[in-house]
């Protein structure tokens, strides 16, 4: 049950948006026993964002998995989200920040896992 939402302060299209959110499908797979099947994507763009004072192209990219992953796995993800939002947005991986929260509690469909 993970969980991917990207603020950015540059304009999206509707197309892009589609290739962000398969492209984030296919990098959620760098944390084992994740998969877009049970992926939620949600997408903020032109957003009022700065960072280091500045409005220049910037995404923050907030991560939420039931569970929990290795350092190196996050590392992988990192990665791989800096790479869909370079490659789509034209946003650098500098000014690209990635927050990770593990979950223990988890509720869908009328109950918790």
Known sequence: MPFINMKTNVAVSEQTKEAIKTDFGHAITAIPGKSEDWLMVGLEPDSSLWFKGTKDPAAMVEVSI???ATPADYEKLTK????????????SPSRTYVKYSEISEWGWNNKNF
């Open 66 to 68: 039931f569970g929990n």
């Open 80 to 91: 791989a989200i800096c790479k869909v939002v370079e490659t789509h947005l034209n946003v």
